[in-house]
């Protein structure tokens, strides 16, 4: 019996929520003392492939197939589940991403496993039960879910695991997939990336604006603010509503629900409902004229004052940094 770790990349270059999928998998075969394998799919690099060994890993089962090049849910998922058979896993880690989230159910029915999707904490194992606790109601409650299927498929929620370096040597498998047609029911022909800036759901850090913004005119100080961070951008509810900014922006019970290690408020009243998808962030930080508004509750460290005054001066004081 076996741990095995999915993980993902865009490009070939492996995503930092893979690497904390690598830790998690690792602390997880080593509280039940059993061997861990990694599993990449599609075009990535030897000297990229070995980088897997920094985390602890020592094998990693390389499946590269034309018809993988890009991600297909159903494909995927037939992948991840027939290596998972071929290295007798008993646990499969994978991250909570957009790609996990879709790929995680698909996993676990094929191997009969039970899920734990949005997990945020190791295991507490006792024999074959796992309790692994995920933040539910929009981060308002915890909630302690308990794995009874001998097979257990784990969905990583992005920023809880810090990746922590165990160097070790990597043995590289080739794999030949058992893949249907049928797998292919649906394909991606083309990705067009949008922006090359930081993705949202991965990020470290993130510069939000609200309608204290007064238009989208002035988003070139969020802007600027989050590329001397090395940020992504995102913004509250009525700024997408408004079309001031993209929907993938929108954060909050409706959008997106993030946990950064560093959220940057500007000019956002802090409604609850805007709450519900950034309270989890390890440090909130709050700009807002209004000494009143309710997201200073909630904040490590607030300022009270303008935007306009303040998010420029910063800017230019971390550039001087
Ligand atoms: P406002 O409430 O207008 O706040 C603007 C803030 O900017 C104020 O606090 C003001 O003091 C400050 N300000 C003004 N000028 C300046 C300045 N020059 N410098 C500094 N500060 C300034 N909202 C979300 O964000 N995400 C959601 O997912 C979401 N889902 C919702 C779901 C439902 C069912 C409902 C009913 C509402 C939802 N909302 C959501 C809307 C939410 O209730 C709030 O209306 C919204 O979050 C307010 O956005 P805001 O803070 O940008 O704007």
């Known amino acids: 019996m076996s741990v095995l770790v999915y993980i993902e990349n865009i490009d070939g270059h492996f995503k930092k929520s893979g690497l904390e999928t690598l830790s998690y998998a690792k602390a997880v075969a080593d509280q039940t003392g059993q061997p861990v394998a990694a599993l990449s799919i599609g075009n990535v690099d030897r ?12 094998k990693v089962i390389r499946v590269d197939k034309e018809q993988l090049k890009q ?17 007798g896993a008993q ?3 994978l991250s909570n991403s957009f790609s996990g989230k879709a790929l ?31 933040t539910v109601f929009s981060s308002k409650a ?6 009874t299927a001998r097979t257990k498929v784990i969905a990583l929620m992005p920023n809880t695991v810090e990746p922590s370096e165990a160097p070790t040597a990597v043995q590289i498998e080739d794999y030949e997939p058992n893949i249907e047609d049928t797998d292919f029911s649906t394909i991606v022909k083309d990705i067009v990336r949008a922006t090359d800036k930081v993705a949202l759901p991965d990020a470290e850090i993130v510069v939000s604006a609200g309608r204290g913004l007064k238009g989208p005119e002035n988003w070139k100080i969020v802007e600027e ?18 079309g001031w900014r993209p929907h993938a922006e929108h954060v909050g019970q409706t959008g997106l629900a993030i946990s950064p290690k560093l959220y940057i408020a500007i000019g956002i009243s802090g409604a609850i409902q805007h709450l519900a998808g950034v309270s989890s962030s390890k440090t909130i930080v709050v700009i807002n004229k209004d000494p009143e508004a309710p997201f200073f509750k909630v904040a490590d460290y607030g300022i009270v004052g303008d935007a306009f005054e303040i998010v420029p001066k910063l800017t230019e004081a971390l550039k001087a940094y």
């Open 47 to 58: 000297d990229t492939l070995e980088t897997i060994g920094t985390y602890g890993i020592p």
């Open 71 to 87: 991600f297909v849910n159903q494909a995927y998922a037939t992948v991840i589940a027939d290596v998972a058979k071929h290295v």
């Open 91 to 93: 646990t499969v880690v």
């Open 104 to 134: 995680a159910p698909r996993v676990a029915a094929k191997l009969h496993a039970a899920l734990a999707d949005g997990a945020s904490s190791l295991p507490a194992i006792e024999g074959d039960v796992w309790q692994i606790r995920k």
């Open 142 to 147: 915890i909630a302690v879910e308990e794995l």
């Open 225 to 242: 603010l989050a590329e001397v961070l090395g940020a992504a951008t995102a913004c509250s509810k009525p700024v997408s509503d408004a």
